[in-house]
């Protein structure tokens, strides 16, 4: 019997880390210390209750459609088909600009559609905000129409940073289609023949969250 392998796609959150420029990194700490808690149980017992404040666009994370529009789904209202045990499909991309030329001829439909581009080996340098890999609005649209069910990248942005406008977030949360972004160790992955996974807990009223995202091959 072929044993099944899982493959973590997932950055690690760390305190004071940035993800995204502008953006405050997280602050992690003890709320409940082992020492402190010693003191209410008889037995020697101690527990540790951390504490995290933290934007929700920390580390790899998951765009809901609330995230782009005041009426989309937000965290809460995404069902479990949405985010886990989605048949994957891995793209490699070279250009910059991830064009729709790249999934022409691809079977989409109900896909998780993960593009590589090899930008996570710049996580948290000088480089990774500058110059990364995105999708052009071209591609969002033949993602959209094609019935993506989910869009990752391994890159700063799904959009190009470079201008005021974000049209593939437009696009594909208009459309439904979720959207990873952070993402890492793509390279791991085959082509097809994954199952995929990105799971944020449900949290009404808000749009995007951090995500253990990860392949079972």
């Known amino acids: 019997m072929e044993t ?5 796609l997932s950055h690690v959150i760390e305190h004071g880390m940035i993800t995204y420029q502008g953006l405050p990194g997280p602050h992690i ?20 209750i951390g504490r995290i404040d933290m934007v929700a666009n920390t580390g790899t994370y998951l765009d809901a459609p609330f995230h782009r529009y005041a009426d989309g ?16 499909l ?26 590589e581009t090899g930008w996570d080996r710049h996580w948290r340098t000088d480089a990774y ?20 069910r989910l ?8 959009d190009d940073t470079s201008t005021r406008a974000r049209p593939v977030h437009t696009i594909l949360l208009g459309a439904g ?26 949290v009404a009223g808000m749009g995007t969250f951090p995500v253990r995202a990860f392949a079972l091959l």
């Open 90 to 115: 891995k793209v490699k991309a070279a250009a910059q600009a991830v064009d729709a030329g790249l999934f022409e001829g691809l079977d989409l439909a109900g896909k998780a559609v993960l593009v």
């Open 4 to 8: 099944q392998r899982l493959v973590d």
């Open 177 to 202: 289609v979720l959207i990873c972004e952070h993402m890492t160790s793509l390279a791991a992955l085959p082509a097809e023949g994954f199952a995929f996974s990105a799971v944020p807990p449900r």
């Open 29 to 48: 700490c003890d709320y409940w210390t082992r020492e402190g808690s010693a003191e209410h149980y008889d037995d020697g017992s101690s527990f540790q």
């Open 151 to 158: 869009v990752g990248i391994d890159s700063y942005n799904i």
């Open 73 to 88: 789904d937000d965290l809460a209202a995404l069902e479990l088909d949405r985010l886990a045990a989605l048949p994957g």
């Open 129 to 148: 905000p500058s110059g990364h890999p995105f999708l052009t609005e071209a591609a969002a649209r033949l993602l959209a129409e094609r019935g993506a």
